[in-house]
């Protein structure tokens, strides 16, 4: 899957059914290529340049399901 691909999905976490936003920012394994982390940013963004709040990190091992629009994680916040 390419990067864009993944950055234009909606991560939904499946404990409060919220939107957290799309993928910013992905973090890789240098050895294997795998992908490690995501990044959705964090908080309300009124402007891309405003935001102050950091990305919400996602490891991998909590994405549950990577469908064609969306992709469900289980993390709590």
Avoid: A, T
């Avoid at 390419?2 to 939904?12: M, N």
Wanted: a neutral charge.
């Amino acid at each position: 899957m390419l990067y864009s691909e993944f950055k234009s999905k909606d991560v939904i976490n499946i404990n409060n059914c919220k939107k957290l936003g799309r993928v910013c920012d992905l973090e890789f394994d240098p050895c294997s290529g795998c992908i490690c982390k995501i990044m959705v940013p964090g908080g309300n963004r009124l402007l891309g340049f405003l935001n102050c709040d950091p990305n919400i990190v996602i490891p991998f091992k909590d994405i549950r399901q990577i469908g064609p629009d969306i992709i469900l994680v289980d993390i709590h916040c």
